[in-house]
């Protein structure tokens, strides 16, 4: 514990907000939960923290009102949000305190739709609260999952006592997805406004700002955050008193509207629901926007060119225009200003129109598609004195802001530098940077040098994808979603992959292929994580295509991927073995390391238990069996095995490993037999050696199946 002083905020608050008056500095303690409780000051956290923190004051501030609420929270792990879910875990006693409520959805859409009935709670007999604060949570592939939810959702609507706020992981890199990620055009395309928030700072205060926004439109609101504000950590100020929202009115049919949530879709309710959403609530989201200053302008007053971001994009705008050498000073002498976009659609006209008012052109920069330079252009079209509008490519047709991958600083520095340098001016500062960027670029995409080594990711020490992604020789096999998908990176042993499918699709891609081809079998490889997740879905699927393909299930008790969370709706291995007995599956083997621990087991009849070292035998035997069939590989996560070994929840394993290197002579076929990265090459004074790396070491114990006398069961 440390004593400090108030310390004050870290940015100034949106436009709109009000910061609590200044108070004499006294002396507190500075503890760890005060990113969660303390509830007037500095606070650091990262930016999954500072959603939850929202949605905790979101519930403080309606209790200080003397409102009835409750709080609900669902969704689906996966990067960036992927430990949103663990951390409310953590907080269960706070989250209790305060009357939240956190139930993990089985998959995206059914998160969503558990949303859309905790907006329906006043309307059934019993109800304990008068609204309930809704967030839901999930990666952009769950967006696009639970679109469908989402939309019956929204179209629904929320209760001006409760709200909900859509938290939409967005992975534009796709650093840890399988495909590069931008969810605003979609939850546009779903009448769902959305908010973009670029650090700590504003993932508190745009959150506010949403549960706001969507009570009082009677729509849901989405905050779209990028792995760098998810993933990211800062000081952020907060206070009862601050970003107080103004919440606008309207009316409809002779009366101010406010929207009744119902989830009567049918016509003529659905047409009604229709017409109250293009006519009264998101006009009502505009007009919150306008009143509470989301969209902020800065810079020039007397300019000739402004820029155009949001979120992250635009404090990388800052950090380009600071490597650039231009502070404040510059921009007003360059006739420069900017505007940060706060909630990105739909887009508030008049901030817009009177941003753009003199200016000769205007540069939108962001990622993916030309999503917000449309809108910008869509609210100037056909203004006399509109100016030139560009983004992703210049006034001559040439690409200036990519398209494809993600922004950064350095990107952004040169389409600025870029249309400066067309004005004609000269920068010295300008021109050193855009120069040195071009520079380092070229240098970093130069061939690697000659002996240079790439590392390439691979599984755990003692992983069970080690042996259960192994496959027969020529086998055709398809990946799938989780941590065996590296064997699109590794593919050695593994078969002649054909690459994977979306969360869920896993095997039906041949449904299409069969007809076609003459391979006579297929392997898919199947997380039980995703299993429970939709991959069930497609097992049915197949059966019912009678497709000649052999699930391979990889039963390893939680989604290691995002964070080790428990599996949500976890059939242990024999109930597993009954329900795909149950569907239609025509045979299935269970393999295991210890298969001792089924010799009372209540499995399907058509079942059968072998030992881990006979899986590929295994599989080349179900391929002989007609229609689909079934390999259940039972081995525990080795990372979520130490984790646990570590707190004391499971015994040390009671045997290592170790080998005597004067015996061992270095021909690394354990190594190879294990594929374990705890099997080191190490050089001695007698030659290449092979070592057991202890401290890494998950005794998985896959390395004594190699052909070596060297090495000693301790």
């Known amino acids: 514990m440390t004593d400090i002083g108030s310390v004050p905020p ?8 009000r ?34 923190r929202a949605a905790l004051d979101q519930l403080r501030r309606d209790a200080r009102a003397g409102r009835r609420t409750g709080g609900f929270v669902s969704g689906y792990q996966g990067s960036p949000l992927g430990g949103l879910d663990k951390e409310l875990e953590r907080e269960a006693d706070l989250a209790a305190e305060l009357g939240l409520v956190h139930r993990p959805g089985l998959n995206e859409e059914l998160a969503a739709t558990s949303l ?12 304990r609260v008068d609204g309930v604060v809704g967030t839901w949570y999930g990666k952009a592939p769950g967006v696009d999952r639970a679109a469908d939810a989402i939309r019956h959702a929204n179209l629904a609507g929320t209760s001006s006592a409760g709200g909900v706020l859509l938290l939409a992981g967005d992975d534009p890199a796709a650093k840890s997805s399988t495909v590069p990620s931008a969810s605003e055009a979609l939850l546009a395309a779903l009448h769902v406004p959305v908010l973009a928030p670029g650090n700590v700072q504003e993932c508190i205060d745009l959150a506010l700002h949403g549960y706001a926004l969507s009570r009082t439109s009677g729509v849901w609101a989405a905050l779209k955050v990028v792995t760098d504000v998810a993933d990211g950590a800062g000081t952020a100020f907060v206070s009862p008193e601050r970003g107080r929202p103004v919440l606008p009115t309207l009316e409809w049919n002779g009366a101010p509207y406010v929207h009744t949530p119902t989830a009567h879709l049918l016509n003529p309710v659905s047409a009604e629901l229709e017409r109250s959403l293009h006519e009264a609530r998101l006009p009502l989201a505009l007009e919150y926007a306008r009143l509470n200053g989301l969209n902020e302008v800065s810079g020039a007053r007397d300019a000739w060119l402004g820029i155009v971001a ?27 200003r900017l505007l940060r976009i706060g909630m990105v659609w739909p887009l508030e006209p008049s901030g817009v129109r009177a941003f753009a008012h003199g200016l000769d ?5 962001e990622e993916k598609t030309p999503f917000l330079e449309h809108a910008v252009r869509d609210v100037l079209y056909g203004s006399s004195d509109a100016p030139a509008v560009l983004g992703k490519r210049d006034a001559a047709g040439a690409p200036l802001i990519p398209v494809a991958g993600e922004l950064d600083a350095d990107t952004v520095a040169l389409a600025v530098g870029a249309r400066l340098a067309a004005r004609g001016l000269e920068l010295p500062s300008v021109d050193a940077r855009t120069d040195a960027i071009r520079s380092t670029r070229a240098r970093m995409a130069a061939p690697p040098a000659a002996g240079a080594v790439a590392r390439t990711p691979f599984f755990c020490s003692g992983c069970p994808h080690n042996s259960s992604t192994k496959a027969p020789e020529g086998s055709v096999v398809g990946g799938g979603i989780g941590c065996h998908t590296m064997i699109l990176l590794n593919p050695a042993g593994k078969g002649d992959i054909t690459g994977i499918t979306q969360m869920g699709g896993e095997g039906t891609q041949f449904i299409g292929i069969a007809p076609f081809t003459d391979t006579p079998h297929f392997l898919q490889n199947l997380g039980d994580g995703t299993f429970h997740h939709s991959g069930s879905l497609a097992i049915r699927a197949a059966v019912a295509a009678d497709l000649p393909v052999t699930y391979k299930i990889l039963a390893n008790g939680t989604v290691a991927m995002t964070g080790a969370q428990d599996i949500e709706g ?34 399907a009849d058509i079942a059968e238990v072998r030992p881990r070292s006979e899986i590929v035998a295994a599989q080349e035997e179900l391929a002989r069996v007609p229609g689909v069939t079934a390999l259940v590989h039972d081995q525990a996560c080795a990372a979520e095995k130490r984790r646990r070994t570590k707190r004391g929840l499971i015994p040390p394993a009671p045997r290592r490993v170790a080998i005597n290197e004067r015996v061992c002579e270095g021909c690394g076929d354990c190594g190879k037999k294990s594929g374990c990265l705890s099997v080191l090459p190490v050089d001695t004074e007698y ?15 896959t390395c004594l199946e190699g052909d070596c006398p060297s090495f000693i069961t301790v």
């Not at 052109?361 to 920069?365: C, G, M, Q, T, Y």
């Not at 149950?582 to 010799?599: M, N, Q, W």
């Open 570 to 603: 976890h059939l242990p291995v024999p109930e597993l073995t009954r329900w795909l007995a149950l569907e239609g599956v025509k045979r299935i083997i269970v393999t295991t390391e210890d298969p001792s621990r089924y010799a009372r087991a209540d499995l």
């Open 310 to 336: 949001a979120g992250k994009t635009h404090h990388d705008l800052r950090q380009a225009l600071a490597d650039l050498g231009l502070d404040e000073r510059d921009l007003e002498r360059l006739g420069v």
């Open 687 to 701: 030659g290449r050696k092979t070592r057991i790396h202890q401290a890494s070491c998950n005794t998985d114990l």
């Open 116 to 127: 859309m009935g905790s907006q329906l709670t006043g309307s059934v007999p019993g109800a």
């Open 19 to 52: 910061r609590a008056p200044a108070r004499a500095r006294v002396p507190r303690t500075l503890g760890l939960d005060d990113k969660y409780r303390l509830e007037e000051g500095t606070v650091v956290l990262s930016g999954v923290q500072a959603l939850i």
């Open 10 to 17: 870290s940015s100034a608050p949106l436009s709109g907000s």
């Open 361 to 365: 052109e205007i540069l939108v920069v």
